[in-house]
């Protein structure tokens, strides 16, 4: 079972470290075979707006593009991706940004004769997708140039993999391991108030 560090900080009022946590479960009997810390994954990685896109001189496939990302100046990036144009807002790996999951570190370059300061990233390079058709584009509204992309794709979080006995169906739920953590920390249970559910009226009889 998955469990979205996150999540479980809204059901549970926790500070513990994926780690701290992990062991905590692991002394509860749990079985946590994996922690994947997916803040590594962007770490670096910011929003950017495409404010210029030319040919590039030298390549039929490549196109310069001039980078907003906040700074006083745009950034020159090469950009093999179909879908980069003028307008759109994309993720964009700074110089010095380590991209973890193609493992590749992010420096400046020259391609084909011209600088490129930065990579302009699809899910792919992110590690949210296996395969990427182009880059990825945000569609969301009041975008901050230069801010952090991760709380966006949700790699602001840490996803625990972890196993549970055989005898312990009550922990085989996001709310189960909440319930858990609270009782072995002593931390606060916060569980959404739901209205009770009344199940609609039958009218009529039922002839057998």
């Not at 493992?103 to 997708?129: F, N, Q, T």
């Not at 949700?154 to 996803?159: E, Q």
């Not at 196993?163 to 739920?173: E, I, K, V, Y």
């Not at 931390?187 to 559910?197: D, Q, V």
Request: glycine share 8%; net charge negative; aromatic share 4%.
């Amino acid at each position: 079972m998955r469990i979205s560090l996150n999540w479980l900080q809204e059901l549970v009022d926790i500070t513990l470290s994926a780690d701290e946590l992990a062991h905590t479960l692991t002394m509860a009997g749990f079985e946590v075979e994996d922690i994947e810390d997916r803040r590594t994954w962007a770490d670096g990685v910011v929003i950017g707006e495409i404010v210029e896109a030319a040919p590039h001189p030298n390549a039929n496939k490549l196109q310069v593009c001039q980078v907003n990302v906040g700074a006083e100046e745009p950034l020159n990036i090469v950009c093999g991706a179909s879908n980069a144009r003028q307008g759109i807002r994309v993720p964009v790996a700074v110089v010095g940004t380590y991209l973890s999951q193609i493992d590749l570190k992010i420096k400046p370059a020259k391609l084909r004769g011209v600088k490129s300061y930065g990579m302009i990233c699809s899910l792919s390079e992110l590690g949210l997708e296996k395969e990427s058709a182009g880059i990825h584009i945000f569609t969301q509204e009041d975008l901050t140039l230069g801010a952090d992309v991760r709380p966006l794709l949700g790699l602001d979080d840490v996803i625990l993999d972890l196993t549970s006995t055989a005898n312990r169906a009550d922990a085989l739920s996001l709310v189960g391991i909440a319930r858990e953590v609270a009782a072995l920390t002593g931390a606060t249970l916060k569980l959404p108030n739901l209205e009770p559910f009344s199940p609609p009226g039958q009218n009529g009889k039922v002839v057998v």
